[in-house]
């Protein structure tokens, strides 16, 4: 791959295979994240993905660890 200057930044074409298999689509994050000499690519979720995971989780906490309003207002 080739650097190349975009605007004041330095972009990167990604490979399409690498498009592929992360399932990237146009307007998806992503991180890179280094590890000594070496960059990792992380997709970060979609907006659909978040939410799905906030439905799902929405009122599933243990009992003891539910607050109550007395809890909350606590200091």
């Known amino acids: 791959m080739k650097v190349v200057r975009w605007g004041n930044s330095l972009a990167v ?3 399409v295979k690498l498009v592929r298999e992360l399932g990237l ?3 998806d ?3 890179l994240l280094r ?6 690519v992380h997709r970060l979720p979609r907006t659909h ?3 799905d995971s906030l439905r799902e989780f929405r009122g599933r906490l243990p009992a003891n660890e539910r607050l109550g309003r007395d ?5």
Do not use: A, F, Q
Request: hydrophobic share 30%; proline share 4%; net charge negative.
């Open 35 to 40: 590890e000594h000499d070496v960059l990792r």
């Open 29 to 31: 994050r992503i991180d």
């Open 13 to 15: 074409r990604l490979p």
């Open 49 to 51: 993905e978040v939410l």
């Open 71 to 75: 809890d909350s207002h606590s200091r």
């Open 25 to 27: 689509v146009e307007g």
